[in-house]
């Protein structure tokens, strides 16, 4: 198994470009979810789906959308990218049942200028 | 909502001696409480974690404890080595649903 993958690794955009980061799961997991994380903030998270056609918001969703056509693919976009985006974004994954570690992708870092 | 607090945000132990990072949380609705580990530039990964029927879990030189009453838990790493350095963090859900809130995180150096 893969695991959670997440393309690109690197991106640098200008203020008020979009783009889409993507995130695929190849473990049939049904939780999937975004996090973002800044120096002394921890992890953040932004939006979440529990299932194939099933998203919401999480703590910090304003600026970012979320899809899941799939239960494999999860992608977050940025419809117009903000400086205060810059950070690195984590995919994660885990089953649904109770109690479920979450397993991250190796991250995506996002500088806007 | 569920807030972490997370102690100290730094910490420097001699290599073979014990670290000790506590966290605390707002939620007595929490009861899943997972711990990772972030090495340099790289993904956080899971070390260990407790569930609210349980007090303490050991895996090897890791453990953790759980007080639900005082709504707080502790990650203990003994005989620490150089490879242990990293930023740890710990974390809160409740039940069902994987919306994790996240500490600050703890950057743990071992010296040689």
């Known amino acids: 198994n893969a695991g959670v993958t997440q393309t690109p690794k690197f991106q640098v955009l200008k203020t008020g470009q979009s783009m889409t980061l993507q995130c695929a799961q190849d473990m049939n997991h049904e939780y999937m979810s975004w996090y973002r994380q800044d120096p002394g903030m921890g992890l953040r998270l932004i939006h979440y789906?529990?299932?194939?056609?099933?998203?919401d918001q999480g703590e910090v969703p304003n600026g970012y959308n979320v899809s899941r056509s799939t239960t494999e693919d999860f992608p977050l976009r940025l419809l117009s990218a903000a400086p205060s985006q810059t950070s690195v974004y984590f995919c994660?994954?885990?089953?649904?049942?109770?109690?479920?570690?979450?397993?991250f992708g190796n991250g995506t870092r996002l500088t806007v200028t | 909502g569920e807030n972490v607090e997370q102690h100290p945000s730094t910490l420097s132990v001699q290599e073979g001696d014990s670290a000790v990072i506590k966290c605390t949380y707002s939620d007595s609705a929490s009861n899943y409480f997972p711990w990772y580990k972030q090495e340099l530039g790289k993904r956080p990964q899971l070390i260990i974690d407790i569930r609210s029927n349980v007090g303490e879990k050991k895996d090897q030189r890791i453990a953790v404890t759980l007080n639900k009453t005082a709504k707080h838990f502790s990650l203990h790493i003994t005989e620490t080595q150089p490879e242990d350095s990293a930023v740890y963090f710990c974390a809160a859900s409740k039940n069902y649903g994987q919306n994790f809130v996240f500490g600050p995180g703890t950057r743990l150096s071992v010296l040689p």
């Open positions: 994660a994954s885990s089953y649904s049942a109770q109690n479920s570690p979450l397993h």
């Open positions: 789906s529990v299932g194939a056609g099933i998203t």
